[in-house]
């Protein structure tokens, strides 16, 4: 298994601009997180799917930020417009609901900075 | 509010030196403890502690858990340079909005 698949991998755009990240979970994990990461502020929670529906998105900063899941396969986080205090890491993770074992699984992030 | 507390939040050791970090929690319908290693990119996974007083181990890397005081240690013996990471901490709580939730971390950076 290729693990958790997330693109692109590092993202610099300007103040303004969509930015639109993607992510594709471990065939079989029916959850699937979006985290962001920062030195100011750890790791935080965003949104999370479960079998493709939005379960909590209060970690969503504030409007700009969207996240969908079309399919079991695929999740989008997109931020429009893009401000520089977005600029961080955005891991994304899937598991298998239910599973006592190893938790989540990390995808190897995407690194956006904006301008 | 549920919250995850790690110390220290950074830690500076020299090769073979042993190491202890803490996680204390405050959470309801606690299920789970993770703890994950972080070095580059996303983090990886080393423990989940359910139960209290009993110690997982692999290698140099050992975790107990404490659900009475509601805590959690990580343990590294003989440290090495590629011990050097954040270590995150995450209690697992599936019936709250969050089910994850992490502490901010402690940076080990263990030196020659």
């Known amino acids: 298994d290729a693990g958790v698949i997330q693109s692109p991998r590092h993202e610099v755009t300007e103040m303004g601009q969509e930015v639109t990240l993607r992510c594709k979970p471990i065939s079989g994990h029916n959850s699937l997180f979006w985290y962001r990461q920062t030195m100011m502020r750890g790791l935080e929670l965003l949104i999370y799917?479960?079998?493709?529906?939005?379960?909590?998105d209060s970690g969503m900063p504030e409007d700009r930020f969207s996240a969908k899941m079309p399919n079991a396969s695929f999740s989008t986080l997109k931020i429009q417009p893009s401000e520089p205090r977005d600029s961080a890491v955005y891991f994304c993770a899937s598991r298998l609901t239910g599973s006592h074992n190893g938790g989540y699984t990390f995808g190897s992030g995407t690194r956006l900075t904006v301008v | 509010e549920d919250k995850v507390v790690q110390s220290p939040l950074s830690l500076v050791v020299h090769e073979g030196d042993t190491v202890t970090l803490n996680c204390s929690y405050e959470v309801t319908n606690f299920r789970s403890l993770l703890w994950y290693k972080q070095e580059k990119k996303a983090p990886t996974f080393l423990f989940m502690l359910?139960?209290?007083?009993i110690e997982k181990k692999s290698g140099r890397l050992s975790s107990i858990l404490d659900k009475k005081e509601l805590f959690s240690i990580l343990n590294i013996t003989a440290t090495q340079t590629g011990d050097s990471a954040i270590y995150l901490c995450a209690v697992h709580t599936p019936y709250n909005n969050n089910d994850m939730r992490f502490g901010a971390g402690t940076r080990l950076t263990v030196k020659p």
């Open positions: 799917f479960n079998n493709n529906v939005p379960i909590d």
């Open positions: 359910t139960s209290s007083g």
